[in-house]
């Protein structure tokens, strides 16, 4: 039986995280061999949870299909994530600072069985408040995304005709911009 990619995804958020060594935290991290690739964003920058699920899915699917930018799982979502294709870019645009009080953490999993072990660890090991409400995009969210990804606003009127949301549309326009990447040289 094939293991669909979906239940392979877990997607948590954090509050009042308090990075002091951004390097520490992430050797902790390689250091523990979670055996899941796990991939920190700046949640302010993170347009809601289908944002990070999709980029997680082009990523997974990057790798099924040998078509990858990097070679590292959790570095394919950031740059799916970011639609970027350069990794440092990417990093400034949606990686964790000194100054992230709010994380998105995106865990991959080899299959759905060992995903709640993972989510455990990284749990753990994170010292903040557990809070997926980070994820979500608010409208005090909305126009740092908007800078983040060069939407513009006739993009977000354009989206606006058709579905009539705002959030929902920038949410669209961040995916778009993501499964655009394959076709950027």
Avoid: C, P, W
Wanted: no cysteine.
């Amino acid at each position: 039986m094939t293991q669909k990619k979906e239940e392979r995804i877990v997607i948590i958020g954090f509050r009042n995280v308090q990075l002091k060594d951004i390097n520490g935290f992430l050797e902790q991290f390689k250091e523990a061999n979670i055996g899941a690739s796990v991939q920190f964003f700046d949640a302010k920058h993170i347009a809601g949870s289908q944002h990070l699920y999709f980029a997680a899915l082009h990523a997974l699917n990057a790798f099924d299909k040998n078509i990858t930018i990097s070679n590292n799982l959790a570095v394919e979502a950031i740059l799916y994530a970011s639609a970027q294709r350069q990794i440092k870019k990417a990093v400034q645009m949606l990686g964790i600072k000194e100054n992230s009080s709010e994380l998105a953490a995106l865990i991959m999993t080899k299959n759905d069985h060992e995903k709640f072990d993972r989510l455990s660890q990284v749990i753990e090991m994170i010292q903040g408040e557990r809070d997926d409400t980070v994820l979500e995009l608010t409208d005090k969210k909305v126009n740092k995304i908007k800078k983040v990804f060069s939407i513009s606003d006739l993009e977000v009127e354009a989206k606006l005709k058709k579905d009539g949301l705002e959030k929902e549309a920038v949410t669209d326009l961040v995916i778009e911009r993501m499964a655009l990447l394959v076709t950027k040289s």
